[in-house]
């Protein structure tokens, strides 16, 4: 089992752009979420998916956007990137039903 | 409110325990998590406590909750180099959303 994996690994933007995370879940694993990590600071709820569908979203602006496809890997989607996006994004597979949620490597990515 | 807060640092030697501590605002959560982050990692879920047990033992690590001070705390044995990581408490909420605290950065010093 490849766990929860993620890519790239790294990525640098420049500010204005957009950009496009993966996430391919833990194999039997039907929800997605994402976290934003800033440097020195715990992760941050950014939003969840189910069955393809935004099930909850934390408090961030609309210019953090995802989908979760059939096979229920997910993409985030930041546009009009800003300074301040700069962070480690974290993906977490779980299964619905169930409490425990495993953790990708994470994508760092870098906006200048 | 959805608050989680731990202290920033810790300094062992090794061989020495390890305590982390981590305060909590919201009752409702019905299990509390440890997370583990190694330089560059992601994080590695360590062990998770129910709200209805006051004491989880798991090889080097013990978990006390204290529901009444909403009060979280990670025990590690004989801690090691290996040991050296960011800690994370994490209260789920409905629906599953992770509340996380700021992280223990703990370092052990040979």
């Known amino acids: 089992d490849a766990g929860v994996t993620q890519s790239p690994t790294h990525l640098i933007k420049t500010r204005g752009q957009q950009v496009t995370l993966r996430c391919s879940p833990k194999?039997?694993?039907?929800?997605v979420s994402w976290y934003q990590q800033a440097l020195g600071q715990g992760p941050q709820f950014i939003f969840q998916?189910?069955?393809?569908?935004?099930?909850q979203r934390g408090n961030f602006p609309d210019r953090f956007s995802g989908h979760q496809f059939p096979n229920y890997s997910s993409e985030l989607n930041v546009n009009a990137l800003l300074l301040g996006d700069s962070a480690l994004y974290l993906c977490?597979?779980?299964?619905?039903?169930?409490?425990?949620?495993?953790f990708g490597q994470g994508t760092r990515l870098t906006v200048v | 409110g959805e608050d989680v807060e731990q202290s920033l640092f810790l300094s062992v030697r090794e061989g020495d325990s390890s305590v982390i501590n981590c305060t909590y605002t919201?009752?409702?959560?019905?299990?509390l998590y440890w997370y583990k982050q190694e330089p560059g990692a992601g994080l590695q879920l360590l062990t998770y406590?129910?709200?209805?047990?006051d004491m989880k033992q798991d090889q080097r690590l013990t978990v006390l909750l204290n529901k009444k001070d909403k009060h979280l705390s990670l025990r590690i044995a004989d801690t090691q180099t290996g040991d050296s990581a960011i800690y994370f408490c994490?209260?789920?909420?409905?629906?599953?959303?992770?509340?996380f605290g700021q992280g223990t950065e703990l370092s052990v010093k040979p």
């Open positions: 977490a597979s779980s299964l619905r039903s169930a409490f425990e949620a495993f």
């Open positions: 998916y189910y069955e393809e569908e935004e099930r």
């Open positions: 919201d009752s409702s959560s019905t299990y």
């Open positions: 406590i129910f709200s209805n047990m």
């Open positions: 994490a209260a789920p909420r409905e629906g599953g959303k992770l509340i």
């Open positions: 194999s039997g694993h039907d929800t």
